[in-house]
């Protein structure tokens, strides 16, 4: 098969977003002492978890608004501990996102990956992260100009997997389902989603998941392997 157009998924593909958030975490968690409400680092993290990926379903399902995923998810764990500071809440959260897109590590190979498929195909970022956080996040590790365009669920207000959100990305960069790619470590959001729509996939196998409701078209566990694939 020949593919003109890839289409990156950016949080965890490209951006080594679980690191990048637990580093920015640990840095408000001393800022902020929450030594005095917390067991440990550990404990509020989990707790920030547990609540965060409750909330991204019931956002993506349009329960919550993206206001209220913020507010909740910063929230949360002080109300579980029996401190409900939502001005505390909030000002960790600002911070938070302030620092955040700042971060700069990539996941293994990225760089690379990208120096060498730029001049070969026409890279775009197709993401369900927030506009005013990813592009700052690719520019601060240096990978915003590998890409022709970002398209981001906050445009159109519909996430991945949903079929709009591939018809939109094909559009705003005029390429056709037939000759692209979805690359992307999320099994629901990534593979799930461009295989509804007819479109070919990477997963990005950065979890060992062993198995699948169907075989996606292909399987990596090292973003190098494109360079075999492609």
Known sequence: MQYKNLFFDLDDTLWAFSYNARDTFEEMYRKYEYDRYFRSFQHFYELYERRNVELWAEYADGKVTKDELN?????YPLEA???GDAALAKAFSEDFFAVIPTK????????????YLAPKYNLYILSNGFQELQCHKMRSAGIDRYFKKVVLSDDIGVLKPWPEIFHF?????QSELRDSLMIG?????DITG???????QVYYNVTGRAEFPFKPTYQITDLKELLQLL
């Open 71 to 75: 507010r909740q998810r910063f929230l």
């Open 81 to 83: 501990v029996g401190e």
């Open 104 to 115: 700069s590590r990539l996941m293994p190979h990225a760089r690379e990956v990208l120096e």
């Open 169 to 173: 990305a094909m559009s705003a960069t």
């Open 185 to 189: 470590d999320s099994w629901d959001n």
């Open 194 to 200: 461009a295989r509804g729509v007819g479109m070919h």
